[in-house]
């Protein structure tokens, strides 16, 4: 008995020690010089170049992780302040990158994105190709540089600051307080037709939040409403100031013991738990309320699927419930889904015009495309003129568009980079046995998941807010998929293990 509490004791030493060292973690093992009593009382206040250098790396990782917070919790509500929180992240990104590269190298970095390191090496340097092979050289470089690198370079930012179980607790926690956030503030919109953040009003009866398009915000919707709802129905109980703080308890009390006989460190509480429901509940509401078809869409084939690779019976379940869902709607929710599909209303007819258009320019220079971000430029030498019917600046088609302007060899090394992360995130998901952990992956693959379906019928991807989401979002899958620090286990004999 005593071995197992000495066993409890250590295990929460130790993960406090981690929790403690999470924002230092990354820096270099440098060798720090011998305390001697012959140091001179004047030199001890002087640091050594190893001591400074050292510290100059963590305040780097502090401003990274400030930075990729900052963008987590405001990216709905601000454009201002997702580019602020970008540039501070990314700055320190490379403050950091540069100080190690006497120690590690200056591209050691791409090592650590494993399997996604190729696809995004191709990826960007074929749309740095289409600078010289595209129609407008000038404009190709100003995309590739204020847009491209920032979102790759935030998809790297997120692999570095997201890596240990308590990060992933802090974005749930942000998540929890945007998602009141933003649905108090659907709510004021939906009484007083003007949200109280942003000002916008109703927009044909339909709620915007703080987006100025009912359809960004439904796409904001599905991708973080997966990891609420996760979260809410994960198996596992954790103290609420734990969940809060960050901090396992390792104590018996907190503790739960399964069927195979395994004490599980750290629980998530039943009051957490009903909080992310609630928020759940309140963001499915808001979502509803968007109107927004592909992304009722996106969300319903993402379920669909997720629950097909579980299990038979799930998948069963899960489409009886979804036409019972759909037959028991209002006429007019009903109608307005018809219309999308047979393409009876105007926003979808203007959708496939674009899309013939897009696919114009698609075989017109089919494989590098006729450059990065030229794609409403060169509407105009396809018959889109400011007093066009149309009105539309962007092909409604991610994908589409994405071709049309980096060609079929830009769009595959795209794919690959999702098909990548996705798999890995799948792969993890299935393995994984720690509960939360593996509630947060599931949420955010299914998130992604809908975020990029959604890309084929909107402009997400194009979008600063959306895109930068789509990036983060790729991210945090990746890390996911290769966090390996999973919450430490107790048998009942006191035997220490690990979940893999």
């Known amino acids: 008995m005593s071995g197992v509490k000495c066993n409890v004791k250590d295990n929460q030493t130790n993960h406090l020690a981690i929790a403690d060292d999470s924002l230092g973690a990354g820096v270099p093992d440098l060798q720090q010089p011998d305390a001697s009593p012959s140091v001179s009382s004047g030199a001890s206040r002087h640091p050594s170049p190893v001591t400074r250098h050292a510290d100059f790396v963590r305040w780097c990782e502090r401003g990274m992780a400030i930075g990729w917070y900052l963008v987590w919790f405001i990216l709905p509500f601000s454009k201002a302040g997702v580019e602020i929180g970008s540039c501070l992240a990314i700055a320190c990104w490379w403050g950091k990158r540069l100080l190690l590269a006497r120690t590690e190298g200056m591209w050691r970095w791409t090592e650590q994105l494993g399997p996604a390191r190729w696809p995004l090496v191709w990826f960007l340097l074929i749309c740095a190709v289409t600078i010289f092979t595209g129609v407008r050289p000038e404009q190709s470089a100003s995309a590739l540089w204020r847009k491209t690198l920032e979102y790759a370079a935030m998809f790297v930012v997120t692999t570095e600051v997201v890596r240990d179980r308590r990060h992933f607790r802090w974005l749930v926690l942000l998540l929890l307080i945007s998602g009141v956030a933003m649905g ?57 100031l734990s969940a809060v703080k960050g901090v396992v308890s390792a104590d018996r009390s907190s503790t739960e013991r399964s069927d195979d006989g395994v004490w599980r460190v750290g629980v998530l509480s039943r009051r957490f738990r009903m909080v992310c429901l609630a928020v759940t509940g309140l963001m499915f509401w808001s979502l509803a309320e968007s109107v927004s078809r592909g992304a009722w869409f996106a969300l319903a084939s993402v379920g669909l699927v997720l629950a097909a690779i579980r299990s038979r019976r799930l998948f069963a379940a899960a489409f009886v419930g979804l036409l019972l869902l759909t037959w028991s709607l209002p006429d007019s929710i009903t109608s307005h889904l018809v219309e999308a599909i047979t393409v009876g209303d105007a926003a979808s007819q203007q959708r496939v015009a674009m899309w013939a258009i897009t696919w114009k320019m698609i075989t017109d220079r089919p494989l590098l495309g006729h450059g990065l971000g030229v794609y409403m430029w060169n509407l105009g030498n396809y018959g889109i003129t400011p007093d066009n019917v149309l009105m539309i600046n962007y092909a409604h088609n991610c994908y589409l568009q994405m071709w049309a302007e980096i060609g079929i060899f830009g769009l595959a090394a795209f794919v690959w980079l999702i098909g990548v992360t996705l798999v890995l995130g799948v792969k993890r998901w299935l393995s994984e046995r720690d509960p939360f952990m593996r509630a947060v992956t599931l949420g955010i693959v299914a998130g992604l998941s809908a975020l990029l379906i959604h890309s084929g019928v909107d402009t997400d991807l194009y979008s600063l807010q959306l895109a930068t989401m789509g990036w983060i979002m790729m991210g945090l899958a990746f890390a996911a998929a290769r966090y390996d620090g999973a919450a430490t286990v107790l048998t009942h004999k006191g035997e220490r293990s690990r979940w893999w």
């Not at 939906?190 to 960004?216: Q, Y």
């Open 184 to 240: 108090g503030d659907a709510i004021y919109q939906h009484l007083t037709r003007r949200d109280w953040l942003r000002g916008h009003l109703l927009m044909a009866e339909r709620v915007t939040g703080p987006f100025e398009m009912p359809s960004d915000f439904g796409a904001y919707l599905i991708s973080v409403v997966p990891i609420v709802a996760m979260v809410a129905l994960a198996g596992v109980r954790m103290g609420w």
